[in-house]
């Protein structure tokens, strides 16, 4: 059996359900005193309110206040002038629907909870941010000025190199060139004997000629050899490596040098072998009558210079194109002072900001 309550017994029921449970408005109010090292960033009230409504700082509200809350109905921000340099007031305000009025002890809760999420943010875009950017960039311009410093001591050292072979081979062509004058003069004062010993003579020429040749041959392939390093040099210090990397690069020029120090081993050997046949010959001509053997040693010695001559004269043109080369070092040396002196006024930039970067430091005032 359903039984029915008058109606006025209903409402007089509900209606104080009702009146209990109307929220209440209230408002709270602290300033939070901000001081941080000049930066790039100046704090505004647009980027403080953006903070204040994102999820995080309305939900540590929500938990604080889980039982009186029924409403965050602003969070707000205000930013008068800054008093000091470096310093800023800012003002937090939150208007809040709740069940009753908030304790003390609550209204401290509820903006400490919208605090710390401004502290949290603000020294993460203040500080902890601009340290990371600021290092990884100062550690960058530290790492490129080494490199630009290295290329250029490289390029520098290469150019005085070949200034220096280029002035040693002068010298020695001007040597030279007196030893032939001398040499010339012996071999017109001494015409004969040279018959005397023909074959010791032919067969010993014939074996110096066939070393000869083969040092000929040697230096063709040491002169090919060098004009492959340096095109390869030109391509590594050039603005484009023609899809070769700056590592492989290196390592091509690293295994190009041994290979042209094992050719110019191998030719040492051969001129090494050349004297000992030079020396042998010279031990025939001693047979030969005094006038014979003047002569003959005045021609070999001759030839011997004829043909130092010659090499003297392939390495003075080796050693010119070199030192054009080096030309184009020194230019790219001096290029790369030039980058050397940008990247240091950068990295005085960012070390100066690093070291006027410093912890944001907080003071709250609470307002009752």
Wanted: glycine residues 4%; contains cysteine; proline residues 3%.
């Amino acid at each position: 059996m359903r039984s029915h309550l008058p109606l006025s017994l209903v409402a007089a029921i509900l209606a104080p359900l009702s009146s209990a449970q109307e929220p209440v408005n209230q408002s709270i109010r602290a300033v939070l005193l901000v001081q941080f090292g000049p930066g790039d960033l100046v704090l505004n009230v647009p980027l403080l309110d953006a903070m204040t409504r994102e999820p995080a700082c309305r939900n540590e509200l929500q938990r604080v206040l889980s039982g009186p809350l029924v409403e965050i109905t602003r969070i707000g921000t205000g930013l008068p002038a800054p008093h000091m340099a470096g310093t800023f007031q800012i003002h937090v305000e939150t208007d809040l629907a709740v069940r009753s009025q908030l304790s003390t002890d609550q209204q401290d809760a509820a903006i400490d909870a919208i605090v710390g999420h401004l502290k949290h943010r603000l020294g993460q875009v203040l500080y902890e941010q601009p340290m990371v950017q600021l290092t990884k960039r100062r550690d960058e311009l530290d790492g490129r000025h080494a490199e630009l410093q290295a290329q250029r001591a490289a390029l520098l050292a290469c150019a005085e190199g070949c200034t220096t072979t280029v002035t040693t081979l002068r010298q020695h062509k001007s040597a030279l060139e007196q030893q032939l004058l001398s040499a010339r003069i012996d071999v017109a004062t001494e015409t004969r004997g040279k018959e005397l010993v023909e074959k010791m003579i032919a067969e010993s020429t014939a074996r110096r000629d066939d070393l000869r040749d083969k040092i000929a041959r040697r230096n063709a392939e040491l002169a090919a050899r060098n004009a492959e390093l340096t095109a390869l040099m030109g391509r590594l210090t050039g603005t484009a490596t023609e899809g070769m990397s700056v590592q492989e690069g290196k390592a091509a020029i690293t295994t190009m040098q041994v290979e042209i120090q094992a050719l110019r081993s191998r030719l040492d050997q051969f001129d090494e072998i050349a004297r000992d046949e030079q020396r042998m010959l010279a031990v025939w001509l001693e047979q030969l009558p005094s006038s014979a053997l003047a002569t003959q040693r005045a021609t070999a010695r001759l030839q011997s210079l004829e043909e130092e001559q010659k090499s003297l004269e392939k390495r003075q043109t080796d050693a010119s194109s070199a030192r054009t080369a080096a030309t184009q070092y020194e230019a790219n040396a001096e290029r790369f002072q030039i980058d050397i002196a940008v990247t240091r006024t950068m990295l005085t930039e960012i070390q100066g900001k690093l070291a006027r970067l410093q912890p944001v430091q907080y003071e709250l005032v609470r307002q009752r």
